[in-house]
Every structure is written in structure tokens, then in C-alpha cells.
């Protein structure tokens, strides 16, 4: 059986009360296309429009036609991306914080910070944001998850790019 919702009815599932607050920082010109849905998916997506909070339908799915981009040029291009690797690991494990900054030495190039935050008890969490080839980045990441007391890794990549802070010299190292 098929179930048929007005427009006004699947409208008023994902519209939530206009608040105060200014727009959201455009980021150029747009282009108007045109999809088309079952209306399973599109009951589908009207309901994470709401739950989301997406102030639209386009907005939802620019955000998630640009979540499959960056997935994709992650998995088949060599295009400089910027992402966090993100380690939980048990800080006590014999020189494993020692092994991670010769890592993050050794990659000097992708490494651009970290930050690690001590939890409770011998647990650790630490963030390092990394930029360059996403195969690079992932081999770094794969790298670091790997090393003995390191409980979970996880690479979080962006299209985008950090300007660089100063140009290294050749590789001499």
C-alpha cells in the first residue's frame, strides 16, 4: 500500500519555527536544479530536515552531496585535504606516546598541530590536524591506529585547504 502525503503535509514535517537569527553566511551564487524522490525517500528526508534542524530541503541535501564528495575524492583522487585524526588511547602502554611523536615527526609535512586531552584514569584523547594527499593522510592515520595501546583511531577528512604557515625547506630529513 501507498501512502500519499499533500506537499502542504510533507512541508509542514520538516518546517520549524523561524527564529531571530540572521541566515546563514552565503557562499556565492547558487544553482537551481531539479530532483525527483519517491515519496519514501522524500518523507525520508523531510523527517532529518527536521530533526537536523536544517533551515531546507537544498540545504540537507547540499550537505549531503557535499559529505559524498569529500568521501569520494578522499577514496579515489590525490587532492590536498585537511582533516583530524582522532586517537583514544591508554596512555600507561610502554612508550606509545613517545612512538606518536616520532610519527608526527615524521610527517612533518601533514602534521599541523595536536592537541591531547587526559581523561579519567589512564585514558588519553588526542586530535592532530593533518593536510595533504588524502592516501598520504590515511597512511598516516592507518600509521598511528596501529600501534600498540591505541584503542581507537579515526580520520576525518575536508575539501578544503590551510593556507601553509611558512614553506619548509627541501626535505633534509
Known amino acids: 500500500?501507498?501512502?500519499?502525503?499533500?506537499?502542504?503535509?510533507r512541508t509542514a514535517a520538516y518546517q520549524r519555527p523561524r527564529t531571530n537569527n540572521?541566515?546563514?553566511?552565503?557562499?556565492?551564487?547558487?544553482?537551481?536544479?531539479?530532483?525527483?524522490?519517491?515519496?519514501?525517500?522524500l518523507t525520508d528526508l523531510d523527517q532529518v530536515v527536521a530533526q537536523r534542524e536544517f533551515q531546507s530541503r537544498s540545504q540537507?541535501?547540499?550537505d549531503f552531496v557535499h559529505r559524498a564528495?569529500?568521501?569520494t575524492k578522499s577514496e579515489m583522487g590525490d587532492d590536498v585535504m585537511v582533516g583530524t585524526?582522532?586517537?583514544f588511547y591508554d596512555h600507561t602502554v610502554g612508550g606509545l606516546q613517545q612512538r606518536?611523536?616520532?610519527?608526527?615527526?615524521?610527517?612533518i609535512d601533514e602534521v599541523i598541530s595536536s592537541l591531547h586531552v587526559h581523561l579519567t584514569g589512564e585514558k588519553t584523547l588526542e586530535v592532530i590536524l593533518v593536510q595533504g594527499p588524502a592516501?598520504?593522510?590515511?597512511a598516516v592515520a592507518g600509521d598511528m591506529g596501529k600501534l600498540r595501546g591505541v584503542i581507537s583511531g579515526h580520520l576525518q577528512l575536508a575539501a578544503a585547504v590551510i593556507p601553509p604557515l611558512h614553506p619548509l625547506p627541501a626535505k633534509s630529513r
Open 135 to 138: 592516501p598520504k593522510l590515511r
Open 1 to 9: 500500500m501507498v501512502v500519499r502525503t499533500t506537499r502542504a503535509k
Open 85 to 87: 585524526i582522532t586517537l
Open 22 to 41: 540572521p541566515p546563514p553566511h552565503k557562499r556565492g551564487p547558487v544553482s537551481r536544479i531539479t530532483i525527483s524522490l519517491s515519496e519514501e525517500l
Open 60 to 62: 540537507a541535501v547540499a
Open 100 to 107: 606518536l611523536a616520532v610519527l608526527q615527526r615524521r610527517y
Open 69 to 71: 564528495l569529500v568521501d
